[in-house]
């Protein structure tokens, strides 16, 4: 059995799908991307996927071809067409800057559709915490989500040396977000995340209208100071869900395991999940 | 008679060439490449270019499949290949993160060289002088060749509206580049460019050594607030050579004309190519 993928019109082997080099997103990076998974085998928070997807693509003058709904039709038939592949599924949108006459200029954009086996974090990460380091740097055009990750790539023999798992974006002191998800802090039971420079991730507003429920929470200006008082320290995404962190570059967060809050939230986080 | 190109080991038509849509470069825009073009139906400051390749390359943990002059070869078959086709050619080389298992992990790099119709600069950007618009803007990891143009490409329609060119790139105040050339004014015959944050061109480092023999010249920081004191301006590249730039934003540079010494510039630099 072949894993299904959606390009350009056509369901084709996910192994067979290409794209003619002459395409945007390999000459020049310019495409956008959106990437969701299933719970109990359906698409989880697809609506924020799919609008934020959507308005990636109107940031760079992209236009989508398939309306919403048509997006939902695709998704749905990919889920048929995988369906004995696996047990919960990852969706990777795509759409890139189209084949080009010159090298520069964008075409009709191609849109992909790719349906991988959704690969869960291990369970270890929830259950001891990960480490970070840090490295100054803000993402270009931070409220989309673009398709450029070379400086966190470029950056993943230094993270692995460090024994992280990923790196927290701050510039000049000032955090932004961690190279796939978004960072925040527990201060005396307030829940404290950044805003400055950073990609709204879908998971960041679930927990923040969770968090709402019973905590303080404060969205603004977060410094690498405010890391030497923190208690506890997390992380939201797609496959991260609510992701304790323990260590940050030398500094230990808390007590260096993960604390009551983050344990909270990631129950209360699963319990939304559960009833998708 | 169809354009050939090389790909992974094969001289294939260009238009048949295609990626898997799991490279790196599609997935995550992670590439590097260099461009250069023939003079007389011979490669132009190859050296250069390949070893800026290879520099990119590094920084990025990319290997090169190819020795520099394995990579000579490659590009002197492509010539013969394409011999009938053009006048003058223009070569892209890319080298991507190659096939990822992961959708994020690098693989085996893929080494693409194109082979294209060499298209000069239209004469009347260098008989009357091309404008320029500025964004706030500093390239990540300016120092390499990386396929990112996210940013300039999203621009486009900001310029056209403008009736300008390109952008030239500032953060806050101070310039670096623009967004495929690098950037010069002149001022009381002291021939001054920027070194901060910019991809050290061929061109520029040919012009600065042209320069050198007759003017003064200066490497350092050059501010926004410098171009109104500018006599004259010019951008080098591959294919803009040596080009006039006479308007910025609203700020007519000098005369609004192009100057003496970039004219000088332009004949002397040419006189170079033409020695090719």
């Known amino acids: 059995l072949k894993n299904i993928c959606f390009i350009n019109g056509d369901f084709i082997p996910f192994q067979e799908a ?27 928070f697809i609506d924020d996927h799919l609008n934020r997807f959507i308005h990636s693509a109107t940031h760079l003058n992209l236009h989508v071809p398939y ?43 191609n849109l992909i559709i790719i349906c991988e086996q959704y690969n869960p974090a291990p369970e270890k990460h929830f259950s001891e915490g990960i480490k970070l380091i840090t490295h100054n740097f803000v993402r270009e055009l931070a409220h989309i989500k673009t398709i450029n990750y070379i400086t966190p790539i470029s950056l993943m023999p230094k993270i692995k040396e460090a024994g992280a798992l990923d790196v927290l974006y701050h510039k000049d002191g000032l955090i932004s977000e961690v190279s796939r998800s978004n960072f925040f802090i527990v201060k005396d ?43 506890e320290a997390f992380i ?8 304790p962190v323990v260590k940050i570059d030398d500094k230990i967060i808390g007590n260096g395991v993960p604390g009551p809050v983050v344990k909270e939230l990631l129950s209360r986080f699963k319990a939304i999940e559960d009833n998708n």
Chains 1, 2 share one sequence.
């Open 67 to 109: 309306s919403k709904d048509q997006m939902k039709g695709l998704i749905s038939e990919l889920l048929i067409r995988n369906d004995t592949l696996y047990h919960e599924f990852a969706f990777r949108l795509l759409l890139t800057g189209g084949f080009t006459e010159d090298g520069y200029t964008p075409g009709n954009p």
């Open 189 to 231: 039971s307030k829940i404290i995340t950044s805003d400055a420079h950073i990609l709204k991730g879908i998971t960041r507003s679930k927990l923040l209208a969770i968090a709402r429920e019973g905590f303080e929470v404060q969205e603004g200006n977060l410094f690498i100071n405010d890391l030497l008082f923190a208690d």
């Open 18 to 44: 290409s794209l003619k080099i002459n395409d945007l997103a390999i000459l020049r990076a310019y495409g956008i991307f959106d990437f969701f998974r299933t719970q109990n085998r359906r698409p989880l």
């Open 236 to 243: 939201t995404g797609t496959t991260k869900k609510v992701m």
